[in-house]
Antibody, heavy 119, light 109 residues
Framework: QVQLVQSGTEVKKPGASVKVSCKAS????????IHWVRQAPGQRLEWMGWIDVGSGDRKISEKFQDRVTVTWDTSASTAYMELSSLRSEDTAVYYC????????????WGQGILVTVSS | QTVVTQEPSLTVSPGGTVTLTCASS?????????PNWFQQKPGQAPRSLIY???NKRSWTPARFSGSLLGGKAALTLAGVQPEDEADYYCLLLYGGAWFFGGGTKVTVL
């Protein structure tokens, strides 16, 4: 079955960067994209960006354009999201989600990674 | 920046019916916005319920339905069960970007 498995909890200092991963399995086709969504404590879900694992096309939310990089490692079937210049407001759970065939929806989600930014 | 607005909270009795709505600051929500609805319970990842306005997942209970209502996307829960108590988020696609609503906390009481 389709699974997205994310890496573990991270604790970072302000100004540092964090790189989180999302390993995809259970789906042979490469006609899908991986989206990154975060949720600060008690806050709404917030879309950060997306990468098409087949073509490498990507789009980042305007809010994060200067701080977020999304990549895909084909050999590891793993997506990565790097967030730089961390500040306390970046403390959140970071989720990855799968979009197949540019369907405009996320059918499967990872379990989430808690990233804590604290001095 | 597009702002997506949902009711902050709604309360419904078991067996009752409740409708959640999702509005966009850009104007009337249409099928072109590909409205999605997700359910999230405490400590869990969101779970997709509805996509492209009204399409259900294989795991979506029949009591959940999606529609467009008065210029908004809507999620209706008919015959609410105690396990439906959760946060519900809508998602709209606009201008190549994705925008989540603020979420509606549904309490079953």
């Amino acid at each position: 079955q389709v699974q997205l498995v994310q890496s573990g909890t991270e604790v970072k200092k302000p100004g540092a960067s964090v790189k989180v991963s999302c390993k995809a399995s259970g789906y042979a086709s490469r006609s899908y994209g991986i989206h990154w969504v975060r949720q600060a404590p008690g806050q709404r879900l917030e879309w950060m960006g997306w990468i098409d694992v087949g073509s490498g096309d990507r789009k980042i939310s305007e809010k994060f354009q200067d701080r977020v990089t999304v990549t895909w490692d084909t050999s590891a079937s793993t997506a990565y999201m790097e967030l730089s210049s961390l500040r306390s407001e970046d403390t959140a759970v970071y989720y990855c989600g799968r979009e197949i065939y540019h369907s405009g929806t996320l059918d499967y989600w990872g379990q989430g990674i808690l990233v804590t930014v604290s001095s | 920046q597009t702002v997506v607005t949902q009711e902050p909270s709604l309360t419904v009795s078991p067996g009752g019916t409740v409708t959640l709505t999702c509005a966009s600051s850009t104007g009337a929500v249409t099928s072109d916005y590909h409205p999605n609805w997700f359910q999230q319970k405490p400590g869990q990842a969101p779970r997709s319920l509805i996509y492209s306005t009204s399409n259900k997942r294989s795991w979506t209970p029949a009591r959940f339905s999606g529609s467009l209502l008065g210029g908004k996307a809507a999620l209706t829960l008919a015959g609410v069960q105690p396990e439906d108590e959760a946060d519900y988020y809508c998602l709209l696609l606009y201008g190549g970007a994705w925008f989540f609503g603020g979420g509606t906390k549904v309490t079953v009481l």
